[in-house]
């Protein structure tokens, strides 16, 4: 870090470009990155009529909100809201509960069955039965129409596995062997000697499993669409959204102009209200996930 | 002879012992089995379907058996000819795209010495990874509308005269999803290439230093080659993922008039196989991709073996 100063004398002409160009690099990508979050956010507090002149870019014009009162006057998205907190909550839990155990025994060295119960949930990651073949297995299961389907089918993932794998063959196994001899089975060996050491991992998989859950859509639409008790709110956002979308494609939004409100305000709302538990969160469990995606990512 | 028996009574028994004394990892082991049998394995007979004309009614073993006639079906199907295109075009452009900006981050942010400015610009990098696609295909619909920045921006700088719509065109298509991909994972992508860049001996920069070596040399000669491994390994495991990563954006940002630009084989058997019901046609298309994945893996692990020491297995 500090050769940069020792040398700075014979510091090349080149070198000056470059960290000028670093640095238009970086600010481009901060702009880029930022700037439609931020507009997101001008839109969601400025008054709709207004917002249809255009031209508003990280402060509202007109602040109103409206936009909001409106969103939460909305049944549909405290339905989607208590569904997806609910499974967000209790999926991080049982799914991680699953992983953990599943990562434990592969990763005992004495395990009779290790290699071979290894290989069996490492195929699963690249051979699957597609979507078809797995919407009639959750319908014959009956969990289509259900609250069960958003965190029984995927309690289990291989990849979630393999990264607390790798963290806990890191774990001398002295330590469970001097359990041993105290007398201690498995399961205390995995409760109270492997999972205390393993609270970075279990924090990095337990985020991973949350924002995937937070953020999941698709299983609403395919499982769930017809009961609306078992919505969630990013399904609830995407009908908000692409009832515009779609718009785009034919006859462009020009009747919109009409509302009270327009639409892209109170979407701008929508998608800040949904969004902002995960943002408020992640900055703070960040050396989480950059060491779990690290050992998990190069190792296998 | 006798002692050799002797042995091997005793091996029989500490055996025993092991086994007993194991029994708590072989009953998690047979739940997690039965687990993934159930949710992963039992999905795999549902294969068949695509070689039936499958009915619910009478399920897979009474259905009629049509051989290949649903794969005939799909090849002769001009627009599935042209999902297959899609697929592979959008699934490489977005490799190729989200590699090259990943790696570039990552060498440029490790060019920053300042604590102060590396690690706000690293948390603002992961920010759009958490947002689903949902929000990000909404944010990214209004900065590409009519009142959208971009146009704002063309418009100002008198580059086009009239506000363009961007999702009335096929050929913006493919840009607009590679780039939406490469703004939601620039910065989470860059991690893992940040952790190899981190792991490289810093005494190989000193003494390039000491040679004379300008900072674009050092990235040129150290850091290019100290990630080449970690490139190499993720180049692999996203292979098999090219044609997997073609269906939210797609399915979000399509609409009737770049139909043919934007369906991928998973928006395929949504269509055929979830709204009009035909499981058959929906499994075989399904099937073709599964199969396609699988090759373009051991393709690209046979490759990998071939000119370096890489592997996945």
Sequence with gaps: ?300 | MAQNKKKEKMDRREMWKEIKRQKFLMIVSFFMVAYGIVFYYWPLTGWLMAFQNYKPKKGLLGSKFVGLDKFRFLFEDAVFIKVIRNTFAMGLINLVTTTIMAVLFAIILNEVRRAWLKKPIQTISYLPHFLSWIVVTGILHDSLSATGIINDILLRFGIIKQAINFFAFPKYFWPIVAFANCWKETGWNAIIYLAAITAIDPSLYEAAAIDGADRLQKIKYITLPGIKPTFLILLLMNVGNVLNAGFEVQYLLGNGLVQSVSQTIDIYVLKWGISQNDYSLGTAAGLFKSAVSILLIVMANALAKRYSEQRLF
């Design chain 1, 1 to 300: 870090m500090n050769e940069n100063k020792e040398y700075k004398v014979s510091k090349p002409i080149s070198d000056k470009v470059f960290s000028v160009v670093v640095f238009v690099f970086l600010l481009v990508f901060v702009i880029i990155t930022l700037y439609p979050v931020i507009n997101t956010v001008a839109l969601s507090f400025n008054d709709g009529i207004d917002a249809v002149r255009g031209k508003i870019y990280l402060w509202p014009r007109k602040f109103s909100l409206k936009n909001y009162k409106t969103v939460f006057a909305m049944q549909n998205i405290w339905v989607g809201a208590k569904v997806t907190v609910g499974r967000t909550v209790l999926a991080t839990l049982t799914s991680l509960f699953a992983n953990a155990l599943l990562a434990f025994v592969v990763s005992r060295k004495r395990f009779l069955f290790k290699s071979q119960l290894s290989l069996f949930w490492v195929i699963t990651m690249y051979v699957n039965g597609g979507m078809i073949p797995v919407f009639l297995l959750y319908r014959n299961l009956g969990l289509t129409g259900t609250f069960h389907v958003y965190w029984i089918p995927g309690m289990i993932s291989a990849f979630n596995m393999l990264v607390m794998r790798t963290y806990m063959e890191g774990i001398p196994e002295s330590l469970e062997e001097s359990a041993q001899l105290d007398g201690a089975g498995y399961f205390t060996i995995f409760k109270d000697i492997i999972s205390p050491l393993c609270k970075p991992v279990y924090a990095t998989v337990a985020l991973f499993i949350a924002v995937w859950q937070w953020n999941s859509w698709f299983d609403a639409m395919l499982y769930n669409r017809m009961k609306t008790q078992y919505t969630t709110l990013q399904y609830e956002l995407m009908k908000l959204l692409s009832s515009v979308m779609q718009q785009s494609g034919s006859a462009e939004n020009a009747k919109n102009g009409a509302a009270t409100i327009t639409p892209v305000t109170i979407r701008s709302a929508a998608t800040v209200a949904t969004m902002l538990p995960i943002v408020m969160l992640y900055p703070f469990l960040q050396r989480y996930f950059v060491t779990g995606l690290t050992i998990g990512g190069v190792k296998e």
